[in-house]
């Protein structure tokens, strides 16, 4: 089923990041991982009251906040920990099979969960059938290994739009987050396949603003504008 809209999330754990991409009015949800938590500078003690902060600055947002626990009952105990810190957290789970049991329980519990590292279409029917509120298939590490990231969206796109995840989850449908988006084209790419989000870095998001022709465009009307001003 198509979404109503492709959606953006920033992809980042920077709060002034964050604040800033959401007063541009266009920010549906941030993701974090242990490698952007790291960015910041963060203690581990502080990983939870920045999530905090995250959920709170994004009050009424999916807010991803990533488990580090490695077995299934150490992912369960810390998805119920990191869900009951605000309303709008999302556990973020890398698919593994622990992750997938963990998954199974935390969405029977109501929780919502984000499966990471996704690199195939089967790992997305995987993820979603235990449970998954989204999936997030990984498009520049493709690349990094000279393979084509968008053909292997295309295929996670396609699979999970043909059929009805009513049941599975707490609100019944499986959303698509392309993941590790480097550029523009790959925001374009995600939204012609029908994506419905786009996490996207702080520094990508700008330059998906930013196009020289547009720079060109408003230094024109400017200097125009300076002769109208000029002329009285
Ligand atoms: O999985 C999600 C979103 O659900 C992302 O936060 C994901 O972890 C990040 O996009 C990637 O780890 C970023 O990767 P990269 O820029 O290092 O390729």
Redesign the pocket.
């Known amino acids: 089923m198509k979404g109503a809209e492709m959606k953006f999330f920033i992809?980042t754990a920077n709060l002034d990041e964050i604040a800033e991409a959401k007063s541009w009015g266009c920010l549906a949800g941030v993701?974090?991982?242990p490698?952007?938590y790291a960015k910041t500078g963060g203690k581990l003690e502080d990983f939870e009251p920045h999530m905090v902060k995250i959920a709170k600055l994004c009050e009424g947002l999916p807010v991803?906040a990533e488990s580090t626990a490695e077995t299934t009952e150490e992912m369960i105990a810390e998805g119920r920990r990191l869900a009951a810190l605000a309303p709008n957290i999302v556990v973020?789970l890398p698919i593994c099979p622990e992750a997938l049991a963990a998954t199974h329980t935390l969405a029977a519990e109501g929780i919502r969960v984000?499966m990471?590292l996704i690199f195939s279409a089967p790992q997305a029917l995987l993820a979603a059938n235990a449970g998954a509120r989204?999936v997030?298939p990984?498009l520049?590490?493709f690349d990094d290994v000279g393979e084509d990231g968008v053909a292997q969206l295309a295929d996670v796109v396609e699979v999970i739009q043909n059929y009805d995840w009513s049941g599975k989850n707490v609100d019944n449908q499986v959303e698509i987050?392309s993941?590790?988006?480097?550029t523009p084209y790959h925001v374009t790419q995600a939204a012609r396949l029908g994506a419905d989000i786009a996490?996207v870095?702080f520094a990508a998001l700008k330059k998906c603003v930013q196009h020289p022709l547009t720079d060109k465009g408003l230094a024109s009307f400017k200097a125009d504008w300076e002769k109208v001003k000029a002329a009285q």
Do not use: E
């Open positions: 992809d993701t974090t991982n490698s952007l991803s973020k984000n990471t989204y997030s990984f520049g590490r987050i993941a590790s988006i480097r996490t870095p």
